[in-house]
């Protein structure tokens, strides 16, 4: 069995900061590529960030400069500090791991629970 846990979400001020992370457990024999992504209501699910084994980064264009992206390969932790937030940011936030189990050497997608994000004055 894989679990994503995702922990930080929230209510925040418009121009305040928020820093999610996402912990990968279980039997993993190693994770490739790993991202976020949200859905904010009467949307489609839209990728936010993604970041390769090897620290590779890619953005969505609403976020670049706002947002940043890292990871702990010896921890197989995800993170994302999202600065300057915008009334825009609302929704639930999700992450995402491509990853192999030990036995399988198979890539399979693998999602956390989902986090609210509610940016609001």
């Known amino acids: 069995q894989v679990q994503l846990v995702e922990s930080g979400g929230g209510l925040v001020q418009p121009g305040g900061s928020l820093r999610f992370s996402c912990a990968a457990s279980g039997s993993i024999f190693g994770i490739n590529a790993m991202g976020w992504y949200r859905q904010a209501p009467g949307k489609q699910r839209e990728l936010v960030a993604a970041?390769?084994?090897?620290?590779?980064?890619n953005y969505a264009d609403s976020v670049k400069g706002r947002f940043t992206i890292a990871r702990d390969n010896a921890k197989n932790i995800l993170y994302l500090q999202m600065n300057s937030l915008k009334s825009e940011d609302t929704a639930v936030y999700y992450c995402?791991?491509?990853?192999?189990?030990?036995?399988?050497?198979?890539?399979?997608?693998?999602w956390g629970q989902g986090t609210q994000v509610t940016v609001s004055s």
């Open positions: 970041i390769t084994r090897g620290d590779r980064t």
């Open positions: 995402n791991a491509n990853l192999m189990i030990i036995g399988t050497m198979l890539p399979i997608d693998y």
